[in-house]
């Protein structure tokens, strides 16, 4: 067991890399359930098991059961950690073993499978195939020695027949948690071992197939199109060719070179749109193999990616093969489920990050219509810190493996596993070489490498910082991850190394938490830059991991620390479009809007409807159907349909009948279906007419005591703090509808993109800022009708530094209602507030709720494109977002009023300008404070947030800064907010 720290010696005893496939026999009926070939023989389950602290703990004899007999079992596939056996770790960067190539710790586990086979000698070879395993595998049989390999996400396949014996075998298996690999496989995920994807027996016939490799030509008019398979082999083959209807269209033999072709006149085109497959069935030895086949190419044009001929956007997330309770296990189910998910929310992309997924994904990506950026199993992260040990000198550190000759036959081994294994896939569109490994003469030859394996498909790699002078050119794309939509919006200038190539955010929109909000923004670039191909959010899923649940029934999930590991980045793994249960995130709502396959505007003379389908005509015969709704003051005046027919990056023009629109807030909503199912929407404004409120002024007076002043009327009792100059209480009809004294506001409880400004807001104690109370009188009669005015002037601050804020507010009492105005100065250092208002502790009976402003989903100044505006009627419980770490959430952007209400009771917060709310069970407080939902507790009253504004979320987690038009920055600014 010396292998696994020997660079130079990457696999013992394997096959030569090949195309996916499962052979049927000939005589069989083939199917796409590979289980159902005779010539298949899974072996997942129950394996016996043991665990060892370290490779030097293994038995002297560890494959011979009668001297070493098991001690447990354990499911596969599986991750031993999950299954009580170590430990998870999550790190994104760092390392989580000493920089030491090729060397690994001396304290690395082991776990040793082993299980009983049953053969019978048939004639046919047994081929013993791992699909995943990490991080390498030492393989016996019946105690001998077969093999090595290593590469976690790639298959592992030897031919055992020669270690075979007639009636029961002993096949045992030792996986190593570290090897050289280890410094390869350095990606952004939770750390595990084992035995993590499917495991299978082949019976295979002599002189069968070995490999074949599939190509599509298609003529510049698309009229015809040229299939060509490619075989390697010991004899002649022949094969079939099915039409998508089941026609049979070709058929023939192989020639000297291997080689059958078709010619297919009339070719249907696969694309994401119409993932429409042909069939190619191979009959040689006794077996056939059945692939599915996708005409189409994809070429790149003056800069512009094109699939088909066809411009192409891809409207992509990145994923991982990661599931809460199975780890890295994706069983078929599952993998189908998320891309059904993506299917609903207008994903047409998938970027494997940042490793080659199972390989059943990609059959599925090819029937159910996905673009795929194919990684492989690489990144070097961790070379930034070990560059930067002690003391930061720059990011170019991370090409240290880049260009370290050690590593170069690795690199290009993972490469030729990617390439080989998935290039019959018609759903694979890109190779990408790998993630955040920095760039070095390893990579430029195995780009070279990668285009002579296959010269169909360009090549794609993000990473271009590097250690020595040489350039990228071999790469077809300019990527980059989280730069802002300014470069985005002036690429190719902003780009002195663009070379004409197209422009990739292979990572955008970092979803962590409550967030991304700045998809719109990105969007509007990528659409009016031609040379920008699109985008891949970063990233599908939150990776908790589910550890059961609380007493009171919440599920547990645990990130980056949760374990007790010394190394680890805490919550950056539950950075995900969905919860860890594929629940959607408000963000991926957003998302599924943004990337809507229609979009309408106003023009003068109605409205304008954009397909932004490349390959679908749009239309009522296809299933497609436009409802619209107009609405005044949320109140709806009159609705309809459009009949619709717009062909693929064409535009349609459409009128309806309007109302007049000299008064009201007028709104149309445009909503858009497809098979009956929703598909996206456009919300127009098409009148705003400036609010007044009147308040009634039915007379009030006035009252004191040493601590209040007290002003009442129409069973209406409201106090205000003769020393904070806030409102202690509101009484009506005797029911209290306070808890505590209401706040002014700044702080938020940090989201997950708040990471580097809270920083600013914790230094100056905003989260703790105290009202100093200079003045405050109280004015009766001060209008007819007896109404009461009462003027507080009071800073907010805390400690060390100036008070933060300079407020006057005035209470204006007409009666049954009163205004709350303000006017605010705040310190001119202060970058930005997280918001700024007014916190109301309501009582717990006042749980309901109604407001008219854009929901239902939460609603951010940038983030509201899933929201429609409306009148909603919900309960305080609904208002929580569940983010697994807790943080601000729940807020409603653009709000006329909100009422707050019990059977007995109810509290209105009105203004003539929009404003901000949320309505929570839990203080900001509490929402800092907690690390997990499940350890979150409600508190003594509901909370009422009324702010002026509430600064966007944006990305900044791992992304650009928040726009400065999403801040609230301003430093002199008044609001009125009337309660009744």
């Not at 707050?900 to 509290?907: G, K």
């Amino acid at each position: 067991m010396k292998y696994h720290e020997d660079t130079q010696t990457l696999h013992v005893g394997t096959l030569s890399p090949h195309a996916y496939f499962v052979p049927f026999r000939a005589e069989q009926r083939v199917s796409d359930e590979r289980a159902d070939s005779e010539l298949f023989e899974l072996l997942n389950g129950e394996w016996d098991f043991d665990y060892y602290e370290s490779v030097f703990d293994l038995p002297e004899n560890f494959t011979d059961r009668s001297e070493d007999p098991p001690k447990g079992s354990i499911a596969v596939p599986s991750n031993w950690q999950l299954k009580g056996y170590d430990k998870p770790q999550y790190t994104n960067v760092r390392y989580p073993i000493p920089f030491d190539p090729p060397y690994v710790p001396d304290e690395n586990p082991v776990g040793l499978y082993r299980r009983k086979y049953a053969y019978h000698a048939d004639g046919l070879k047994r081929h013993l195939v791992f699909e995943g395993v990490d991080s390498c595998l030492y393989l016996y049989v019946n105690g001998n020695f077969v093999g090595y390999s290593q590469v976690s996400h790639c298959i592992s396949e030897f031919d055992v027949t020669a270690f075979l014996k007639e009636g029961e075998n002993e096949i045992a298996c030792a996986v190593l948690k570290y090897c050289d690999g280890t410094y390869l496989e350095d990606q952004d995920k939770w750390r595990m071992s084992g035995i993590f994807r499917d495991v299978y027996m082949l019976s295979r016939a002599e002189g069968g197939v070995e490999d074949y490799t599939v190509t599509t030509k298609i003529s510049a008019d698309e009229k015809t199109a040229v299939v060509s398979v490619k075989v390697k082999t010991e004899q002649g083959c022949s094969a079939v060719i099915y039409a998508p209807n089941g026609d049979k269209i070709a058929e023939g033999d192989t020639d000297g070179a291997g080689i059958f072709s078709a010619d297919v006149k009339d070719p249907q085109l696969w694309n994401a749109e119409n993932p429409v497959l042909y069939r190619l069935e191979i009959f040689c030895a006794g077996e056939v193999i059945s692939e599915n086949v996708g005409i189409r190419e994809i070429s790149i044009e003056d800069g512009v990616v094109k699939i088909n001929h066809t411009p192409i956007k891809f409207r992509g997330v990145n994923r991982h093969d990661s599931y809460p309770d199975t780890g890295f296990y994706a069983p078929v189910e599952k993998m189908k489920k998320d891309l059904e998910l993506m299917k609903s929310l207008n994903v047409n992309a998938v970027r494997t990050s940042h490793y080659p997924n199972a390989p059943e994904f990609y059959q599925l990506c090819d029937k159910m219509g996905f673009y795929v950026v194919d990684e492989a199993d690489i990144e070097t992260h961790g070379c930034a810190d070990v560059y930067n040990t002690f003391e930061w000198k720059d990011y170019n550190g991370i090409a240290l493996i880049a260009g370290d000759k050690r590593f170069e036959k690795a690199i290009a081994d993972r490469h030729e596993r990617l390439v080989k294994r998935d290039i019959n896939r018609p759903s694979v569109v890109i190779w990408s070489l790998g993630n955040e490994s920095g760039y070095g003469d390893n990579f430029r030859k195995s780009a070279k490498f990668v285009r002579s394996l296959d010269s169909t498909r360009p090549v794609h790699y993000e990473s271009r910082q590097k250690l020595d002078d040489g350039n990228d050119r071999d790469l077809d794309f300019v990527s980059v991850m989280y730069w802002d939509t300014d470069y985005v919006k002036f690429y190719p200038e902003s780009e002195k190394e663009a070379y004409g190539r197209p422009l990739m955010l292979c990572e955008y929109c970092h979803a962590m938490g409550n967030g991304p909000g700045d998809l719109e923004d990105y969007w509007q670039e990528i659409y009016a830059n031609a040379n920008v191909c699109g985008g891949f959010v970063w990233e599908w899923c939150d990776h908790g991991i589910y550890t059961g649940k609380t007493d009171d029934g919440r599920e547990k999930y645990f990130y980056g620390g949760d374990f007790g590991e010394v190394v680890h980045d805490g919550n950056f793994c539950m950075d995900g479009l969905v919860y860890p249960d594929r629940t959607l995130h408000t963000g991926a709502m957003e998302m599924k809007n943004v990337y809507r396959p229609i979009r309408a505007s106003k023009n003068d003379g109605g409205f304008t409807f954009e397909n932004k389908l490349a390959f679908t005509h749009i239309s009522s015969e296809n299933g497609w159907e436009c409802r619209y709704v107009v609405r005044r003051d949320t109140k709806i005046i009159c609705e309809g349909k459009i009949s619709i027919d717009i062909k693929p990056m064409c535009a349609q023009t459409a009128d309806i009948a309007l109302p007049e629109m000299a008064d009201g807030h007028i709104t149309v909503d445009f909503d858009y279906y497809k098979n009956g199912e929703n598909v996206g929407f456009d919300q127009i404004e098409l009148c705003n007419v400036k609010r007044e409120h009147i308040p009634n002024k039915n007379g009030c007076t006035l009252t004191e005591n040493s601590r209040e002043y007290i002003v009442s009327s129409d069973n209406m009792t409201v106090s205000v703090s003769k020393r904070s100059g806030m409102i202690s209480q509101i009484e009506k009809n005797g029911v209290k509808l306070l808890e505590k004294p209401a706040r002014l506001n700044m702080f938020r409880a940090p989201t997950d993109n708040d990471i580097t400004a809270k920083n600013d807001w914790f230094k100056v104690y905003l989260d703790k800022a105290k009202i100093k109370l200079y003045s405050l009188s109280a004015e009766e009669n001060c209008r007819e009708n007896k109404t009461v005015k009462i003027t507080a002037e009071l800073s907010l601050g805390y400690a060390v530094y100036e008070p933060m804020a300079r407020v006057k507010l005035t209470y204006e009492f007409f009666g049954g209602e009163f205004s709350l105005s303000a006017e605010v100065d705040i310190h001119e250092k202060l970058k930005f507030l997280p918001r700024f208002g007014v916190r109301f502790f309501t009582a717990k009976q006042l749980d309901g709720i109604e407001y008219a402003g854009y929901g239902e989903n939460e609603s951010y100044i940038d983030k509201h494109r899933s929201c429609k505006f409306g009148r909603y009627v919900s309960d305080v419980h609904s208002q929580h977002e569940d983010y697994i770490r807790p943080q601000e959430n729940g807020s409603h952007f653009g709000t006329e009023y909100v009422k707050i209400f019990s059977s007995s009771a109810q509290l209105e917060v009105l203004s003539d300008m929009d404003f901000s709310f949320n309505f929570s069970p839990y203080t900001q407080e509490a929402l800092t404070n907690a690390k997990h939902n499940w350890e979150l507790e409600e508190g003594e009253s509901n909370v009422l947030c009324v702010d002026y504004k509430m600064s966007g979320v944006g990305s900044n987690s791992c992304g650009p800064e928040l726009k400065e038009k999403y801040r609230l920055s301003e430093k002199h600014f008044a609001f009125t907010f009337f309660i009744r």
